[in-house]
Nanobody, 127 residues
């Protein structure tokens, strides 16, 4: 069982930056590939970025490529999402998720690839 707790959300002006954190419980954090998803009001949850257990492999949604950076510190059981050049359309609840495998699966961009989810953290970008 893995428990995930996100933090770092808040209100920021367009063009600003935020860093989200997702702390995981349990041992062997490096055995979990991790993902970030987001859900805006009235919309379905969408994939943002994923990282393999080692941190060597990453995948980004086109909408955030070049602006967001995912990283992980396996010694601290934490994955980070650095969000730069934020836009109003980035406003959403951001969720981190953990896969029971350390490898990015073929469907890493779908909810079904992940076994554990955090409660989410709100990010609001004002124009």
């Amino acid at each position: 069982q893995v428990q995930l707790v996100e933090s770092g959300g808040g209100l920021v002006q367009a063009g600003g930056s935020l860093r989200l954190s997702c702390a995981a419980s349990g041992r062997a954090f490096s055995s979990n590939a991790m993902g970030w998803f987001r859900q805006a009001p009235g919309k379905e949850r969408e994939f943002v970025v994923a990282v393999s257990g080692s941190g060597r492999s990453t995948r980004y949604a086109d909408s955030v490529k070049g602006r967001f950076i995912i990283s992980r510190d396996n010694a601290k059981n934490t994955v980070y999402l650095q969000m730069n050049s934020l836009k109003p359309e980035d406003t959403a609840v951001y969720y981190c998720a953990a896969d029971s495998s350390p490898y990015l699966s073929g469907n890493y961009y779908t909810d079904s690839a992940y076994d554990y989810w955090g409660q989410g953290t709100q990010v609001t970008v004002s124009s």
